[in-house]
């Protein structure tokens, strides 16, 4: 097994953040980080290596210590300002997109940090004549994160469950396999941000099931 554990001071951390008229790079003036990692193969004797077990995690908590004049977007109509937040005085009053405002987020939470990564994994082998068989599947959770500074944008927990059967020929260069991604039809984003149009996510991969072929060409 191996465990690694982290401690991380950052200092002026750079942010992308859709701002008005494009891109922009906001600085928060200091951050900290510190976690722990690790992960494990095992491979059990009564299976002649045949067997694979494999797991991994992570634990990790992250804040902003200083953060003050930081860009926050508060979806229209804005009713109520929230305490230490200035916003425009002239705001739009229907519903759609978002008012810039400024605030100090100063103790919110690191974007795109998770507090608990977690996945395994199974393969199983079995010899043929032809070649081998491998029978795979793999599990991966993830906590909730946030995915900008207000830690308004939030990507919900999720578990992401996939599976795998694969014939591989004894020359090794041509494999059939069969597979299923996301059993559990777990909805989840692969990219969250907001800006002054509105907030902006893209879905990740919904339940998909295929059939796959690969060939080593050369060698």
């Known amino acids: 097994m191996n465990i690694d554990t982290y401690y991380y001071k950052y200092s002026n951390i750079q942010i992308t953040q859709l701002l008005a008229g494009g891109t922009s790079i906001v600085n928060a003036a200091a951050a900290r980080a510190h976690g722990v990692e ?3 193969q095992f491979q059990p004797r009564f299976a002649d290596n045949n067997l694979v077990l ?3 995690g992570a634990y990790a908590e992250g804040k902003y210590k200083s953060f003050p004049s930081a860009p926050i977007f508060l979806p229209n109509p804005v009713t109520a300002v929230p305490a230490g937040v200035t916003c425009p005085a002239a705001r739009p009053a229907t519903v759609g997109g978002n008012t810039t405002c400024v605030g100090d987020l100063s103790g919110n939470t690191l974007i795109r940090m998770p507090e608990w990564s977690l996945s395994g994994g199974v393969e199983y082998r079995i010899p043929l004549d032809s070649g081998h068989v491998a029978l795979n599947g793999d599990a991966a959770y993830s906590s909730s994160f946030f995915w900008e500074p207000a830690n308004r944008l939030k990507n919900p927990a999720n578990l992401i ?3 795998r059967i694969g014939h591989t020929f004894a020359n090794d260069k041509v494999r ?3 597979f299923a991604e996301n059993l559990t039809k777990e909805v989840y984003y692969i990219y969250g ?5 509105g ?7 919904p339940r998909m099931f295929g059939v796959e072929l690969r060939s080593k060409i050369g060698g």
């Open 38 to 40: 690790f992960d494990t």
């Open 54 to 56: 494999r797991f991994s």
């Open 161 to 163: 469950v996939n599976a």
């Open 176 to 178: 059939v396999s069969v």
């Open 193 to 197: 941000a907001e800006s002054g149009v």
């Open 199 to 205: 907030d902006q996510v893209v879905q990740g991969r």
